[in-house]
């Protein structure tokens, strides 16, 4: 299984990135796809997913800022972030869950810094 997450970098408060994560090694539809972020010091933590048939699921402190879709054409899961603030600075990476449990594979991980 491999999960290539990309899209981070450097922004200022307010701003928006797009990341993509694209899967290999899983029958993707059949997945639920999610999205974690770990910030130096602290826990990885989940901030989105979506269910196969498409429900959503997000951290409050994301809502309404923070799109979660997925492509299964593609095996490709997306999270659209928008009104950045300093504290979504992390290391974010995708993952995926078959029945209840997350796969034990994380990949490289893509870096996004929010600046004040």
């Given at each position: 299984v491999q999960l290539q997450a990309?899209?981070?970098?450097l922004v200022q408060a307010g701003g928006s990135l797009r990341l993509s994560c694209a899967a290999s090694g899983i029958i993707?539809?059949?997945y639920t796809m999610g999205w974690f972020r770990q910030a130096p010091g602290k826990q990885r933590?989940?901030?989105?997913?979506?269910?196969?048939?498409?429900?959503?699921?997000?951290?409050?402190?994301?809502?309404?800022?923070?799109t979660i879709s997925r492509d299964n054409?593609?095996?490709t899961v997306y999270l659209q972030m928008s009104g950045l603030k300093p504290e979504d600075t992390?290391?974010?990476y995708c993952n995926a869950k078959y029945g209840s449990i997350w796969l034990d594979t994380w990949g490289q991980?893509?870096?996004v810094t929010v600046s004040s």
């Open positions: 990309s899209g981070g970098g993707f539809r059949k933590e989940l901030v989105a997913f979506v269910a196969t048939g498409g429900g959503t699921y997000y951290k409050d402190s994301v809502k309404g800022r923070f054409a593609k095996n992390a290391a974010y991980g893509t870096q």
